[in-house]
């Protein structure tokens, strides 16, 4: 329906303009309680008193499980490149080594491209990124970035027949993610 069409049928400029305002409101309280319980689960987090059993993330993947590769140093700087100045992952950075766009991996974490883009590395984005991380790990076997996005394009027959970003964008990424793991490791899966 079309702005005139909404003031011909009774609502007046002024109460169009008071909505308005009252819409705005809800969306800066809204962003600004965001903030407080991103700022709450960082500081948790930051001092491991985080107790939350294993939910769901926006996917709808449990979170990720810690690897034991996460304490070899070599292959946690595999991806320091993931990482901005802050320590957190990038989902922009994350997005350039899988050669996905910005818009597609914003899908697979259930977030808009616009509230991805516009902090690529929100502690809200962390835990789902993990993910991602652990399997850019496999780099340190690839020849370089190339030769990884050619691997995620090829059908694994240890993964169901599916090549590795058809699981990213099921869902799958703890079973994509433990498969990795066990390749860095060289224990079966």
């Known amino acids: 329906m079309s702005n005139m069409k909404v003031l011909r049928g009774g609502m007046g400029s002024s109460e169009l303009a008071s909505l308005l305002a009252q819409l705005n409101e809800a969306k800066d ?5 965001l903030t407080r319980v991103e700022e709450a689960l960082h500081r948790a987090t ?8 294993a939910e769901p993330t926006a996917s709808g993947t449990a979170p990720a499980r810690k690897s034991p590769l996460d304490q070899v140093k070599v292959v946690v700087e595999s991806t320091a490149d993931l990482r901005e100045s802050n320590g957190n992952l990038s ?5 350039k080594v899988f050669g996905v766009s910005l818009s597609q991996l914003a899908g697979w974490l ?6 991805v883009s516009k902090t690529p590395d929100a502690d809200s984005l962390q835990e789902a990124l993990a993910y991602f991380e652990r399997v850019a790990r496999l780099r340190l076997l690839t020849k ?7 691997w995620l394009r090829m059908p ?3 993964v169901v027949e599916k090549n ?8 799958e990424w703890q079973t ?13 899966g």
């Open 29 to 33: 309280q809204l962003e600004r309680l």
């Open 46 to 53: 930051a001092s491991g008193t985080t107790t939350r059993a």
């Open 91 to 95: 989902a922009v950075r994350v997005a």
């Open 110 to 115: 259930g977030r808009t491209k616009q509230a």
């Open 144 to 150: 370089g970035d190339a030769g990884f996005r050619k």
């Open 156 to 158: 694994h027959p240890d």
């Open 164 to 171: 590795p970003l058809e699981l990213l964008a099921k869902g």
């Open 176 to 188: 994509l993610a433990d498969f990795v793991d066990d390749i860095l490791s060289g224990t079966p």
